[in-house]
Protein backbone atom coordinates (compact mmCIF):
# COMPACT_ATOMS: atom_id res chain seq x y z
CA UNK A 1 0.00 0.00 0.00
CA UNK A 2 1.17 3.92 -0.26
CA UNK A 3 0.44 6.57 1.51
CA UNK A 4 -1.75 7.52 -0.89
CA UNK A 5 -4.47 4.34 -0.37
CA UNK A 6 -3.72 3.78 3.34
CA UNK A 7 -6.04 6.52 4.40
CA UNK A 8 -9.21 4.54 2.30
CA UNK A 9 -8.30 1.28 2.64
CA UNK A 10 -10.41 0.23 6.27
CA UNK A 11 -13.32 1.47 4.70
CA UNK A 12 -13.06 -0.61 1.36
CA UNK A 13 -12.46 -3.66 3.26
CA UNK A 14 -15.70 -3.19 5.22
CA UNK A 15 -17.40 -2.39 2.05
CA UNK A 16 -16.52 -5.18 0.39
CA UNK A 17 -17.14 -7.18 3.40
CA UNK A 18 -20.89 -6.05 3.47
CA UNK A 19 -21.59 -6.87 -0.21
CA UNK A 20 -20.05 -9.82 0.29
CA UNK A 21 -22.49 -11.06 2.37
CA UNK A 22 -25.42 -9.53 1.09
CA UNK A 23 -24.92 -10.61 -2.91
CA UNK A 24 -28.01 -10.32 -4.94
CA UNK A 25 -28.23 -11.40 -9.07
CA UNK A 26 -28.56 -9.90 -12.29
CA UNK A 27 -31.44 -7.86 -12.42
CA UNK A 28 -32.32 -7.87 -8.97
CA UNK A 29 -29.56 -5.27 -7.21
CA UNK A 30 -31.75 -3.34 -5.53
CA UNK A 31 -30.33 -3.66 -1.79
CA UNK A 32 -27.37 -3.39 -3.72
CA UNK A 33 -27.37 -0.17 -5.05
CA UNK A 34 -29.24 1.50 -2.95
CA UNK A 35 -26.47 0.39 -0.12
CA UNK A 36 -23.97 2.30 -2.39
CA UNK A 37 -25.69 5.19 -2.71
CA UNK A 38 -26.34 5.49 0.72
CA UNK A 39 -22.54 4.93 2.04
CA UNK A 40 -21.40 6.97 -0.44
CA UNK A 41 -23.94 9.95 -0.13
CA UNK A 42 -23.20 9.85 3.34
CA UNK A 43 -19.11 10.07 2.97
CA UNK A 44 -18.73 12.12 -0.39
CA UNK A 45 -18.94 16.29 -0.36
CA UNK A 46 -19.83 17.18 -4.43
CA UNK A 47 -21.45 14.13 -5.55
CA UNK A 48 -24.12 13.56 -7.96
CA UNK A 49 -26.51 10.32 -8.07
CA UNK A 50 -27.53 8.84 -11.37
CA UNK A 51 -29.93 5.83 -12.07
CA UNK A 52 -29.36 4.96 -16.00
CA UNK A 53 -31.69 1.68 -14.67
CA UNK A 54 -33.57 0.45 -11.98
CA UNK A 55 -30.33 -1.76 -10.55
CA UNK A 56 -27.42 0.77 -11.53
CA UNK A 57 -25.75 3.80 -10.30
CA UNK A 58 -23.88 6.17 -11.71
CA UNK A 59 -21.62 8.68 -9.15
CA UNK A 60 -20.46 11.74 -10.78
CA UNK A 61 -17.94 13.94 -9.57
CA UNK A 62 -17.62 17.02 -11.35
CA UNK A 63 -14.62 19.50 -10.43
CA UNK A 64 -16.19 22.71 -12.52
CA UNK A 65 -13.60 23.19 -14.85
CA UNK A 66 -12.50 21.95 -17.89
CA UNK A 67 -11.00 18.67 -18.49
CA UNK A 68 -11.64 15.24 -19.51
CA UNK A 69 -14.54 12.69 -19.12
CA UNK A 70 -13.42 9.61 -18.15
CA UNK A 71 -15.64 6.61 -16.25
CA UNK A 72 -14.25 3.97 -13.56
CA UNK A 73 -16.63 1.13 -13.80
CA UNK A 74 -17.57 -1.78 -11.57
CA UNK A 75 -19.87 -4.73 -11.48
CA UNK A 76 -22.20 -5.52 -8.81
CA UNK A 77 -23.96 -8.32 -9.25
CA UNK A 78 -23.55 -11.76 -7.47
CA UNK A 79 -24.13 -15.65 -8.59
CA UNK A 80 -27.01 -18.26 -8.19
CA UNK A 81 -24.35 -20.51 -5.81
CA UNK A 82 -24.08 -21.79 -2.86
CA UNK A 83 -21.04 -20.12 -0.74
CA UNK A 84 -18.52 -23.08 0.87
CA UNK A 85 -16.45 -20.84 2.72
CA UNK A 86 -16.55 -21.50 6.21
CA UNK A 87 -13.11 -19.94 7.32
CA UNK A 88 -14.64 -16.27 6.26
CA UNK A 89 -16.72 -14.47 8.92
CA UNK A 90 -17.95 -12.41 6.17
CA UNK A 91 -19.05 -15.35 3.80
CA UNK A 92 -22.85 -14.95 2.38
CA UNK A 93 -25.59 -14.75 4.33
CA UNK A 94 -27.77 -15.41 1.59
CA UNK A 95 -29.04 -19.18 0.52
CA UNK A 96 -27.72 -20.15 -2.88
CA UNK A 97 -26.22 -16.89 -3.54
CA UNK A 98 -22.55 -15.76 -3.76
CA UNK A 99 -19.89 -13.35 -4.82
CA UNK A 100 -18.28 -15.88 -6.35
CA UNK A 101 -16.50 -13.72 -9.40
CA UNK A 102 -15.09 -10.73 -6.92
CA UNK A 103 -17.53 -8.16 -8.06
CA UNK A 104 -17.97 -7.32 -4.20
CA UNK A 105 -14.23 -6.23 -5.20
CA UNK A 106 -14.65 -4.41 -7.53
CA UNK A 107 -17.55 -2.04 -6.12
CA UNK A 108 -16.03 -1.34 -2.74
CA UNK A 109 -12.63 -0.50 -4.49
CA UNK A 110 -14.39 2.02 -7.09
CA UNK A 111 -16.31 3.28 -3.81
CA UNK A 112 -12.72 4.06 -1.79
CA UNK A 113 -11.78 5.46 -5.55
CA UNK A 114 -14.96 8.21 -4.86
CA UNK A 115 -13.75 8.67 -1.77
CA UNK A 116 -10.03 9.73 -2.58
CA UNK A 117 -11.70 11.76 -5.91
CA UNK A 118 -13.87 13.89 -3.29
CA UNK A 119 -10.76 14.76 -1.14
CA UNK A 120 -8.97 15.40 -3.78
CA UNK A 121 -11.27 17.46 -6.29
CA UNK A 122 -9.59 21.00 -6.32
CA UNK A 123 -6.45 18.80 -7.64
CA UNK A 124 -8.35 17.46 -10.75
CA UNK A 125 -10.21 18.49 -14.07
CA UNK A 126 -13.13 17.31 -16.00
CA UNK A 127 -16.00 15.23 -15.12
CA UNK A 128 -15.51 11.45 -13.09
CA UNK A 129 -18.25 9.49 -13.32
CA UNK A 130 -17.97 5.92 -11.14
CA UNK A 131 -20.44 3.06 -12.98
CA UNK A 132 -21.68 0.72 -11.29
CA UNK A 133 -23.15 -1.69 -13.61
CA UNK A 134 -25.55 -4.09 -12.73
CA UNK A 135 -26.21 -7.75 -14.22
CA UNK A 136 -23.05 -8.53 -15.62
CA UNK A 137 -23.40 -12.20 -15.29
CA UNK A 138 -26.43 -12.43 -17.48
CA UNK A 139 -26.94 -11.74 -20.92
CA UNK A 140 -27.94 -9.64 -22.66
CA UNK A 141 -25.93 -8.04 -19.75
CA UNK A 142 -26.49 -4.28 -17.83
CA UNK A 143 -23.63 -2.99 -19.78
CA UNK A 144 -25.55 -2.50 -23.28
CA UNK A 145 -28.53 -1.47 -21.42
CA UNK A 146 -26.57 1.70 -19.38
CA UNK A 147 -25.18 2.13 -23.22
CA UNK A 148 -28.60 2.25 -24.75
CA UNK A 149 -29.35 5.41 -22.88
CA UNK A 150 -26.72 7.10 -24.89
CA UNK A 151 -25.21 8.48 -21.46
CA UNK A 152 -21.79 7.14 -22.90
CA UNK A 153 -21.02 8.56 -26.09
CA UNK A 154 -19.35 11.79 -24.72
CA UNK A 155 -16.78 9.75 -22.87
CA UNK A 156 -13.22 10.72 -23.97
CA UNK A 157 -12.35 7.01 -21.79
CA UNK A 158 -13.64 4.34 -19.42
CA UNK A 159 -11.51 1.96 -17.32
CA UNK A 160 -12.54 -1.62 -15.82
CA UNK A 161 -10.69 -4.15 -13.91
CA UNK A 162 -11.49 -7.30 -12.80
CA UNK A 163 -9.33 -9.39 -9.91
CA UNK A 164 -8.27 -12.46 -10.48
CA UNK A 165 -7.63 -15.35 -8.13
CA UNK A 166 -5.96 -17.21 -10.76
CA UNK A 167 -3.53 -14.53 -10.48
CA UNK A 168 -0.97 -13.90 -8.04
CA UNK A 169 -1.11 -10.78 -5.80
CA UNK A 170 0.82 -8.47 -6.84
CA UNK A 171 0.82 -9.25 -11.02
CA UNK A 172 -1.31 -6.73 -13.33
CA UNK A 173 -2.13 -7.92 -16.41
CA UNK A 174 -2.65 -5.70 -19.13
CA UNK A 175 -3.46 -6.20 -22.66
CA UNK A 176 -3.61 -4.74 -25.79
CA UNK A 177 -6.43 -4.99 -28.28
CA UNK A 178 -9.02 -8.23 -27.57
CA UNK A 179 -9.00 -8.20 -23.69
CA UNK A 180 -11.80 -11.01 -23.38
CA UNK A 181 -13.81 -13.13 -25.52
CA UNK A 182 -17.37 -12.67 -28.11
CA UNK A 183 -18.61 -15.28 -25.75
CA UNK A 184 -21.76 -16.88 -27.72
CA UNK A 185 -24.53 -20.22 -26.84
CA UNK A 186 -25.68 -22.17 -29.34
CA UNK A 187 -28.20 -24.70 -29.01
CA UNK A 188 -28.87 -27.55 -31.72
CA UNK A 189 -32.45 -29.28 -32.52
CA UNK A 190 -32.10 -33.12 -34.11
CA UNK A 191 -35.59 -34.51 -34.86
CA UNK A 192 -35.84 -37.95 -36.36
CA UNK A 193 -37.94 -41.00 -36.36
CA UNK A 194 -38.05 -42.91 -33.65
CA UNK A 195 -38.64 -46.62 -32.90
CA UNK A 196 -38.15 -50.01 -31.48
CA UNK A 197 -33.91 -49.88 -30.01
CA UNK A 198 -33.84 -53.77 -31.82
CA UNK A 199 -34.91 -52.56 -35.34
CA UNK A 200 -32.81 -49.23 -35.52
CA UNK A 201 -33.35 -49.66 -39.34
CA UNK A 202 -37.03 -48.36 -39.06
CA UNK A 203 -36.11 -45.31 -37.74
CA UNK A 204 -34.16 -42.57 -38.16
CA UNK A 205 -31.97 -42.12 -35.22
CA UNK A 206 -31.32 -38.45 -33.91
CA UNK A 207 -28.62 -39.87 -31.09
CA UNK A 208 -26.14 -41.23 -33.68
CA UNK A 209 -26.64 -37.93 -35.52
CA UNK A 210 -26.20 -36.04 -32.33
CA UNK A 211 -22.92 -37.90 -30.59
CA UNK A 212 -21.62 -37.75 -34.41
CA UNK A 213 -22.26 -33.67 -34.39
CA UNK A 214 -20.01 -33.52 -30.69
CA UNK A 215 -17.44 -34.81 -32.24
CA UNK A 216 -17.79 -33.17 -35.69
CA UNK A 217 -17.84 -29.35 -34.20
CA UNK A 218 -14.66 -30.19 -32.61
CA UNK A 219 -12.78 -29.85 -35.94
CA UNK A 220 -14.14 -25.88 -36.58
CA UNK A 221 -11.38 -25.12 -34.42
CA UNK A 222 -9.02 -27.80 -35.11
CA UNK A 223 -9.42 -27.57 -39.15
CA UNK A 224 -11.10 -24.49 -39.97
CA UNK A 225 -9.69 -22.12 -37.64
CA UNK A 226 -5.85 -20.90 -38.66
CA UNK A 227 -3.79 -22.20 -35.89
CA UNK A 228 -2.63 -19.60 -33.13
CA UNK A 229 -6.20 -17.85 -33.22
CA UNK A 230 -8.20 -18.02 -30.32
CA UNK A 231 -11.10 -19.82 -30.46
CA UNK A 232 -13.18 -22.54 -28.61
CA UNK A 233 -16.14 -24.29 -29.66
CA UNK A 234 -17.87 -26.75 -26.32
CA UNK A 235 -20.93 -28.74 -26.38
CA UNK A 236 -21.45 -28.85 -22.72
CA UNK A 237 -25.50 -30.26 -23.00
CA UNK A 238 -26.45 -33.14 -24.63
CA UNK A 239 -29.85 -34.88 -23.88
CA UNK A 240 -32.23 -37.49 -25.79
CA UNK A 241 -34.46 -40.54 -24.91
CA UNK A 242 -35.08 -41.21 -20.80
CA UNK A 243 -33.27 -43.56 -18.82
CA UNK A 244 -36.57 -45.67 -18.28
CA UNK A 245 -37.24 -46.43 -21.93
CA UNK A 246 -33.58 -47.57 -22.84
CA UNK A 247 -35.53 -49.74 -25.51
CA UNK A 248 -36.97 -46.95 -27.05
CA UNK A 249 -34.80 -44.87 -29.81
CA UNK A 250 -36.13 -41.61 -28.90
CA UNK A 251 -37.93 -39.18 -31.98
CA UNK A 252 -35.34 -36.30 -30.83
CA UNK A 253 -32.03 -34.89 -29.77
CA UNK A 254 -30.54 -31.78 -28.27
CA UNK A 255 -26.93 -30.59 -27.66
CA UNK A 256 -25.58 -27.08 -26.95
CA UNK A 257 -22.82 -25.37 -25.70
CA UNK A 258 -20.50 -22.31 -25.61
CA UNK A 259 -18.41 -20.56 -28.41
CA UNK A 260 -15.52 -18.32 -27.45
CA UNK A 261 -13.52 -15.99 -30.30
CA UNK A 262 -11.66 -12.86 -30.22
CA UNK A 263 -12.57 -11.46 -33.27
CA UNK A 264 -15.93 -11.04 -35.90
CA UNK A 265 -14.69 -13.41 -38.77
CA UNK A 266 -14.18 -16.29 -36.43
CA UNK A 267 -17.19 -15.69 -34.67
CA UNK A 268 -18.00 -15.93 -38.32
CA UNK A 269 -16.97 -18.83 -39.23
CA UNK A 270 -17.53 -21.04 -36.29
CA UNK A 271 -21.63 -19.99 -36.96
CA UNK A 272 -21.59 -20.78 -40.48
CA UNK A 273 -19.58 -23.84 -40.10
CA UNK A 274 -22.32 -25.01 -37.78
CA UNK A 275 -24.83 -24.34 -40.16
CA UNK A 276 -22.74 -26.33 -42.84
CA UNK A 277 -22.72 -29.31 -40.58
CA UNK A 278 -26.03 -29.51 -40.17
CA UNK A 279 -27.34 -29.35 -43.82
CA UNK A 280 -25.07 -31.71 -44.47
CA UNK A 281 -26.63 -34.17 -41.95
CA UNK A 282 -30.18 -33.45 -43.52
CA UNK A 283 -28.76 -33.92 -46.57
CA UNK A 284 -27.46 -37.74 -45.56
CA UNK A 285 -30.53 -38.16 -43.94
CA UNK A 286 -33.57 -37.83 -45.64
CA UNK A 287 -36.26 -36.66 -43.35
CA UNK A 288 -34.20 -35.72 -40.64
CA UNK A 289 -34.12 -31.75 -39.95
CA UNK A 290 -31.44 -30.23 -37.34
CA UNK A 291 -32.19 -26.80 -36.12
CA UNK A 292 -29.40 -24.56 -34.75
CA UNK A 293 -30.52 -21.85 -32.27
CA UNK A 294 -27.26 -19.25 -32.24
CA UNK A 295 -27.01 -16.79 -29.51
CA UNK A 296 -24.93 -13.84 -29.82
CA UNK A 297 -23.71 -13.04 -26.45
CA UNK A 298 -21.38 -10.28 -25.22
CA UNK A 299 -18.89 -8.82 -27.41
CA UNK A 300 -14.74 -8.91 -26.83
CA UNK A 301 -13.50 -6.54 -24.93
CA UNK A 302 -11.24 -4.04 -26.95
CA UNK A 303 -8.61 -2.39 -25.21
CA UNK A 304 -7.56 1.09 -27.19
CA UNK A 305 -3.83 0.41 -27.89
CA UNK A 306 -2.74 4.50 -27.61
CA UNK A 307 -4.89 4.49 -23.57
CA UNK A 308 -4.10 1.41 -22.89
CA UNK A 309 0.19 1.96 -23.35
CA UNK A 310 -0.12 5.18 -20.83
CA UNK A 311 -2.06 2.58 -18.20
CA UNK A 312 0.63 0.16 -18.43
CA UNK A 313 2.97 3.04 -18.51
CA UNK A 314 1.69 3.94 -15.04
CA UNK A 315 1.02 0.43 -14.06
CA UNK A 316 4.91 -0.02 -14.57
CA UNK A 317 6.07 2.83 -12.95
CA UNK A 318 4.63 1.73 -9.46
CA UNK A 319 5.01 -2.10 -10.31
CA UNK A 320 7.55 -2.69 -12.73
CA UNK A 321 8.51 -5.89 -13.67
CA UNK A 322 5.13 -7.23 -11.94
CA UNK A 323 3.08 -5.58 -15.25
CA UNK A 324 2.76 -8.69 -17.79
CA UNK A 325 0.31 -8.95 -20.69
CA UNK A 326 -1.08 -12.27 -20.72
CA UNK A 327 -3.27 -13.75 -24.04
CA UNK A 328 -6.47 -12.47 -24.27
CA UNK A 329 -9.06 -14.24 -21.37
CA UNK A 330 -11.93 -16.50 -23.34
CA UNK A 331 -14.26 -16.00 -20.67
CA UNK A 332 -16.91 -12.88 -21.46
CA UNK A 333 -17.24 -9.71 -20.35
CA UNK A 334 -20.05 -6.89 -20.60
CA UNK A 335 -17.70 -4.09 -20.34
CA UNK A 336 -17.62 -4.94 -23.83
CA UNK A 337 -20.29 -2.78 -24.28
CA UNK A 338 -18.60 0.07 -23.09
CA UNK A 339 -15.57 -0.72 -25.20
CA UNK A 340 -17.42 -0.15 -28.38
CA UNK A 341 -18.55 3.63 -27.18
CA UNK A 342 -15.72 4.97 -25.72
CA UNK A 343 -12.16 4.49 -25.45
CA UNK A 344 -11.51 1.96 -22.67
CA UNK A 345 -8.54 -0.33 -21.19
CA UNK A 346 -9.83 -3.19 -19.13
CA UNK A 347 -6.95 -4.17 -16.68
CA UNK A 348 -6.97 -8.02 -15.03
CA UNK A 349 -5.29 -7.58 -10.91
CA UNK A 350 -4.15 -10.59 -9.28
CA UNK A 351 -5.67 -11.50 -6.59
CA UNK A 352 -4.83 -15.10 -5.83
CA UNK A 353 -2.90 -16.62 -2.41
CA UNK A 354 -1.87 -20.30 -2.30
CA UNK A 355 -0.85 -19.48 1.50
CA UNK A 356 -3.95 -17.64 2.10
CA UNK A 357 -6.61 -20.57 0.47
CA UNK A 358 -7.41 -17.98 -2.63
CA UNK A 359 -6.59 -19.57 -5.50
CA UNK A 360 -10.24 -21.78 -6.85
CA UNK A 361 -11.45 -20.37 -10.13
CA UNK A 362 -14.09 -17.54 -10.40
CA UNK A 363 -17.48 -18.79 -10.43
CA UNK A 364 -16.49 -22.19 -8.12
CA UNK A 365 -18.21 -22.51 -4.27
CA UNK A 366 -14.80 -22.13 -2.60
CA UNK A 367 -13.99 -18.82 -4.63
CA UNK A 368 -12.43 -16.13 -2.47
CA UNK A 369 -9.96 -12.74 -3.06
CA UNK A 370 -6.82 -12.18 -1.54
CA UNK A 371 -7.95 -8.63 0.24
CA UNK A 372 -3.65 -7.78 -0.22
CA UNK A 373 -4.47 -6.90 -3.90
CA UNK A 374 -7.34 -3.84 -2.86
CA UNK A 375 -4.21 -1.73 -2.41
CA UNK A 376 -3.05 -2.21 -5.84
CA UNK A 377 -6.73 -2.07 -7.50
CA UNK A 378 -7.09 1.43 -5.63
CA UNK A 379 -4.10 2.94 -6.51
CA UNK A 380 -3.87 2.31 -10.37
CA UNK A 381 -7.92 3.68 -10.10
CA UNK A 382 -6.54 6.85 -8.75
CA UNK A 383 -3.55 6.83 -10.95
CA UNK A 384 -5.63 6.82 -14.01
CA UNK A 385 -8.14 9.58 -12.68
CA UNK A 386 -4.92 12.09 -11.87
CA UNK A 387 -3.83 10.81 -15.36
CA UNK A 388 -7.45 11.65 -17.39
CA UNK A 389 -5.80 14.76 -19.56
CA UNK A 390 -3.37 12.16 -20.99
CA UNK A 391 -6.20 10.06 -21.34
CA UNK A 392 -8.66 11.86 -23.45
CA UNK A 393 -9.43 11.52 -26.68
Not at 30 to 40: D, F, G, N, Q, R
Not at 75 to 93: C, K, M, N, T, W
Not at 292 to 313: F, K, M, S
Given at each position: MTDETRPYLDQL?????????????????????????????????????????????????????????????????????????????????????????????????????????????DELTGEIHAVFQHAEETPPGGAREMVATGYFEDFDFIYGFHYFSTVPTGTIDVKDGPASANSDLFRITVTGRGGHASMPADTLDPVVAAAQLVGQLQTVVSRRVAAGVPTVVSTTWLEAGTLVARNVIPGSARLGGSVRTTDQETRDLV????????????????????????????????????????????????WGDDVISLPPMLGGEDFAAFSQVAPACYVFIGAGSEEKGFTSPHHSSTFGLDEDAFPIGLQLAIDVVRNGPRLRA
Open positions: VAWRRHLHQHPELSFEEHKTAAYIAAELAGRLRHARFERLTPTSLVVVLDTGRPGPKIGLRADIDGLAVQEDRPDLPFASVEPGRMHACGHDGHAATVMAACAWIDDHLQRSMREFLAGLEAANPGMTAELDYLVGYDRVWNDPARTAIVRELAQAR
